[in-house]
């Protein structure tokens, strides 16, 4: 019997026709199997129309041949038993399309029976469910993944070292989430290097972060995943492994910073899905717990190790009364942290180094700490260096000035030693970096500076690093004032005993002490008595040079006169001794003349000078050689309350003293600026310098280290500027130059 003889032809239509109209698979079969019907979404379905599907078995022909026996079974048992009827009511299974293509279909069973109660086949309705089975297989393969994940990351955290972590990830992500090709790169300074793979060797082991390509640099970058599903259109891309069609690169962010990459590869085209990008940013974030780990653990390894030296050298500290030997032991203990250089230096209550001795150093040559002493910073930069204008560099008791910072060239060129770091021994901090602490005690006092150098991991200092170093800095600093108490009281007691045994040799001393400063106070008084002689014996000594001058000018007279027969040699030479002449007798004047200025009470006039026009008036009467360059940085209507005449001998003064300081050459720099009540005028010029030992003497009268001269000119220029309510200052560095500096009040 067949499917349609148990309707009407009108009934039978009527079904069909609702049966077109449904958007679902219905199949009539009959017991051998065989398709007795098929609606049109199931042609469509299955690609076939419906005279290539109607009359042919459906198990051997639209069934996978993987599941056809199984399916089989289950019709059988439908047909057959009320049971099977119950059981396979709803059941899932594919079909195979025309095209080879296999869709999940949703079955609902029912038997049909003919007019006469007997079972004529199946009709079976369903819903392609493919979509849905694929998102299902995805999820659970997505959960398998994500499981596996789950237990390679307690694997990850039994990781010894970052070695390991490297190797167990790249291991995780082509052993446990099939991807193709791994690698795992790490940040070091301005690149990434490869550091684990697996699958094909990578043809580049590193790249520069400042690269404007590769989709790895760009993760570093932005601080997210970057995926491209086709690398031969990606702009971006920089072939790292040969044949890749798509690559997936993630951040490992350790601590907030982006510590290196992972980047998984494929051959083909689209490879990566969402939940690969999740697959691997869950991966990223267990390997940075890991990595964090083992770095704490090294540092809290490493702080166990520092800590148990500075126990160890703190009794051996205890143990030593020498105040070198004891200072020694603290240099060595601080380097044993993990410094290549260290610098102690003693400060007096002005933070100055009073002698070579005061610097006690840790890995530095005699070379260096010969450098260290003639280059010492003054205990005055040093009070900057510690002040609030220094506050946001400090790292907990540490200042911490990077290189690159404009305030580290400002103050610290040229008194800081150069780094014996090779680029490859530093991670992050610079060669020529920063790093010190004043030691202070507990009443505030500043006893000590400590300076450190080279850290043998290259890394910049964080608060966490230098936390043992700190519990030192206070130990240090008490040991310190204990081993010079310690020393003051044993030098006490040898005074005390020396002026016991040597009574009469101290008497000796004092009545000597005594006698020379009556000497003094008689040189004083001499001294004083210059300006009377000066007064005397000038116009004496003025009245014939004046004459002998006058003489040379007739003589030069007589010679324009002479005729023209008489020898032009000796003529000359005529000349050029009769300018000699003229020049050592306007230097006999120069002598006369100061010394009368220094002796001669200074009296003077003020008003309102232009500095600028100034300035420029004295540079026109002194002859400058080519060789120096004269730079007048004064703003524009800046002036002076001054004498010109007066000041004027005292600017000339100046100039000209820096510029026989500058013989090769150089730059003599003018400047001014406003400095409380008062206004100060600058000469910096490039030249020799003065010694350090003559910058007291250098005002005093008639102390000179030139050649020809009398010792009078700066003695004079002092009492010049002193008359106007002033003073003047010098500061200079033998080899770098001298700055002298006038300071007069302002007047309303």
Not at 181 to 197: N, S
Not at 260 to 277: P, W
């Amino acid at each position: 019997m067949e499917f349609e003889e148990t309707f009407s032809f009108e009934e039978f239509e009527a079904i069909r026709k609702y049966l077109d109209l449904i958007g679902a698979i219905v199949v009539v079969l009959d017991l051998k199997g065989d398709v007795r019907f098929i609606n049109s979404f199931g042609c469509s379905l299955l690609e076939y129309d419906s005279n290539e599907v109607i009359g042919r078995n459906w198990f051997e022909n639209f069934i996978p041949s993987r599941i056809r026996r199984e399916l089989k079974e289950v019709f059988s048992k439908i047909i057959s038993t009320n049971e099977g009827v119950k059981k396979y009511h709803y059941y899932e299974s594919p079909i195979l399309t025309k095209s080879g293509k296999e869709r999940a279909i949703a079955w609902n069973n029912i038997l049909i029976e003919s007019r006469d109660g007997q079972i004529f086949g199946t009709l079976s309705t369903g819903i392609d469910i493919t979509e849905r089975v694929k998102v299902d297989a995805m999820e659970k393969a997505f959960e398998e993944k994500l499981s596996i994940l789950n237990y390679f990351a307690s694997t990850l955290n039994t990781a010894k070292s970052l070695d390991e972590v490297y190797e167990y990830v790249v291991d995780g992500l082509t052993k446990a989430l099939g991807f193709e090709y791994a690698m795992f790169l790490v940040i070091e300074k301005d690149r990434l290097k490869v550091k684990a793979y697996r699958g094909l060797k990578p043809i580049i082991k590193e790249m520069s972060l400042n690269s404007q390509k590769g989709l790895t640099v760009k993760a570093v970058k932005t601080l997210r995943t970057v995926i491209s599903n086709d690398t031969w259109n990606d702009k971006d891309y920089i072939e790292g492994v040969k044949g890749v069609r798509s690559e997936l690169s993630t951040p490992v962010i350790v601590n907030d910073t982006v510590y290196g990459v992972i980047d998984v590869q494929s051959r083909k085209v689209n490879a990566f899905s969402n939940e690969d990008v999740k697959l691997v940013e869950i991966l990223a974030t267990h390997t940075s717990t890991a990595i964090s780990n083992i770095e704490r653990q090294t540092s809290l390894e490493k702080q166990y190790r520092q800590l148990s030296s500075l126990m160890q050298f703190s009794i051996e500290i205890i143990r030593t009364s020498d105040v070198r030997a004891r200072l020694q032991k603290v240099v060595e203990a601080i380097e044993s942290l993990g410094w290549r250089r260290v610098v102690l230096s003693l400060r007096d209550e002005n933070l100055e180094i009073r002698s070579p001795e005061d610097i006690i150093t840790a890995g530095l040559s005699e070379d260096e700490r010969r450098f260290l002493w003639e280059n010492r910073t003054s205990g005055k930069i040093w009070r900057e260096r510690l002040s609030a204008k220094f506050n946001r560099y400090k790292v907990g008791q540490f200042y911490y000035i990077p290189y690159e910072d404009q305030l580290a060239q400002e103050y610290f060129t040229g008194s800081v030693l150069d780094s014996r770091l090779s680029p490859e021994e530093t991670v992050d901090w610079h060669p020529q970096d920063l790093l010190y602490a004043p030691l202070t005690l507990l009443d505030g006092r500043i006893v000590g500076i400590l300076s450190v150098d080279d850290p043998v991991d290259g890394k910049r200092p964080t608060k966490y690093s230098l936390a043992p170093l700190e519990l030192f800095l206070n130990y240090a600093a008490i040991a310190i004032e204990n081993a010079q108490l310690i020393q003051k009281l044993e030098a006490a007691q040898k005074r005390l005993k020396e002026y016991a045994d040597e009574l009469e040799v101290k008497v000796n001393e004092r009545t000597k002490e005594l006698v020379e400063a009556q000497e003094k106070l008689l040189r004083s008084e001499r001294l004083a008595t210059i300006g009377e002689v000066a007064a005397s014996v000038g116009h004496d000594l003025r009245n014939p040079l004046q004459v002998i001058l006058y003489e040379c000018f007739a003589l030069e007279n007589l010679l324009e006169n002479i005729s023209r027969e008489y020898d032009s040699k000796s003529g000359a030479m005529v000349k050029q001794h009769l300018q000699r002449i003229r020049e050592q007798i306007n230097y006999m004047n120069k002598i006369v003349s100061d010394l009368q200025d220094y002796g001669r009470k200074i009296t003077i006039k003020t008003i309102k000078v232009d500095l600028n026009n100034f300035v420029k008036n004295v540079l026109s009467t002194i002859k400058v050689p080519e060789n120096i360059k004269v730079i007048v940085d004064v703003p524009i209507e800046f002036t002076l309350d001054i004498d010109p005449e007066m000041m004027k001998r005292v600017f000339v003064n100046i100039i000209t003293n820096a510029i026989q300081a500058m013989p090769e050459g150089g730059t003599l720099t003018i400047y001014s600026r406003v400095e409380g009540d008062k206004k100060a005028v600058y000469f910096r010029d490039t030249g020799v310098g003065i010694p350090k030992e003559n910058l007291d003497k250098i005002f005093h009268p008639l102390f000179t280290t030139k050649a020809k001269g009398t010792g009078l000119g700066l003695a004079v220029c002092k009492r010049i500027v002193e008359a106007h309510e002033g003073t003047i200052e010098v500061e200079s560095e033998v080899g770098k130059g001298t700055v002298f500096k006038i300071k007069v009040p302002i007047k309303s």
